[in-house]
């Protein structure tokens, strides 16, 4: 085996590093995504956090659910670049798409079912359920995006181009500041929207007013 010196071990250290970063700063920008939603909900009460934390198991396997698939295509993509079967890789990329897009549907109109109840199952009290509710429905109607945005990240990282996905994560980053700044105060953790659904009616019943922006008052007045 032939010695490695450091004339030949640089440009395989740098290139590993080239690679690296990008992944590492998408890391990054998602960590640092989930500390300023837990801060900006954690203003809004502890209510708040609760609701979130209550269905975050149930969020957290929906989401690895389509985080497998990406990889899974993801992954056989990169074999066939790898081995010079472009066509292959396309037909993959198609198959990919329209699988994970179909699981991800799926999987959201599971949570559209589910929603009101699972809070319930989890054991939620009468006073968090209608957020946990409202907070469930959302991310699992956001899922075929969400499939979506790691489907197409994977294909473009096995394809070579690490740069890409990184920049649009930290484009989302500041995005999700800046919508998080707009929404939060005025829609909570969207609990009041389900009040003609009556999945806000227990909450009414269990804490004697009415459910909605009255019931984030307080959390206004901080953020402004």
Same mark, same amino acid.
């Given at each position: 085996m032939p010695k490695q010196t450091w004339k030949t071990l640089a440009p395989q250290l740098r290139l590993v590093w080239q690679l690296s970063l990008p992944a590492i700063l998408t890391q990054i920008t998602t960590i640092a995504m989930q500390y300023i939603d837990s801060a900006m909900v954690g203003a809004l009460g502890a209510d708040a956090s609760a609701a979130i934390g209550l269905v975050a198991s149930s969020t957290w396997l929906f989401g690895g659910v389509t985080t497998a698939v990406s990889a899974g295509f993801s992954v056989q993509v990169a074999h066939r670049i790898g081995a010079g079967e472009d &066509?292959? =890789? +396309? &037909?993959?990329? *198609?198959? !990919?798409?329209?699988? @994970?897009?179909t699981l991800a549907a799926l999987l959201a109109l599971l949570g559209l079912g589910i929603c009101r109840k699972l809070p319930c199952w989890l054991g939620g009290g009468a006073e968090i359920c209608a957020d946990a509710s409202a907070y469930f429905l959302t991310f699992s109607l956001m899922l075929p995006f969400s499939q979506l945005n790691s489907l197409t990240a994977g294909f473009l990282q096995c394809a070579g181009d690490m740069v890409t996905p990184s920049v649009l994560n930290a484009v989302m980053c500041g995005l999700d500041m800046v919508c998080n700044a707009l929404l939060i105060p005025h829609f909570g953790v969207l609990g009041a929207e389900f009040d003609e659904n009556g999945v806000a009616t227990d909450r009414r019943m269990a804490v !004697? *007013?009415? =459910? !909605? +922006?009255? @019931?984030? +008052?307080? @959390?206004? *007045? *901080?953020?402004?």
């Open positions: &066509t292959e =890789a +396309r &037909t993959v990329v *198609r198959h !990919g798409l329209a699988a @994970a897009l !004697g *007013r009415p =459910a !909605g +922006r009255q @019931a984030f +008052r307080p @959390a206004d *007045r *901080r953020i402004q």
